[in-house]
C-alpha cells in the first residue's frame, strides 16, 4: 500500500469551520480503477478545517498491486461555506513511486 496526500489550502477567511466533499476517480485513456485503490472501492470523504485552519490532507490509499500508469484525479465539491476555485488534483501511478500535479 502507497498513500499519496493531496493538500487542501482554504482561501479568504478561515473564521469558523468549514468542509468540503472529495472523491477519487480514474481519469484518461487508461484511468486507475476501484481494485487499485484499498477496500477495492473508489475513495471518498469529507475533508474539514477547524477555525483558523488554513490547510488540510486528503489521503488516498493505493493498492500495492495497482497497474503502472493508471490515472487518477481527486475531485472537490459541496463546500460548507464559500466556493472551490481549483476543483481537482491529479495522480498517476509511476514506478516505483507516485507523482501528482495540479490540474489546470
Partial sequence: ?????????RGGSTVGVATLNWAAVGTGSNPLRATDFVGGALLTGTVSFGDGQATATIAVSVASNAVHGRTFAVRLSNPSVGEIRQGAAAGV???PVFS???AP
Fill in 100 to 102: 501528482i500535479s495540479a
Fill in 1 to 9: 500500500m502507497s498513500t499519496i496526500n493531496f493538500n487542501v489550502t
Fill in 93 to 95: 501511478i509511476a514506478a
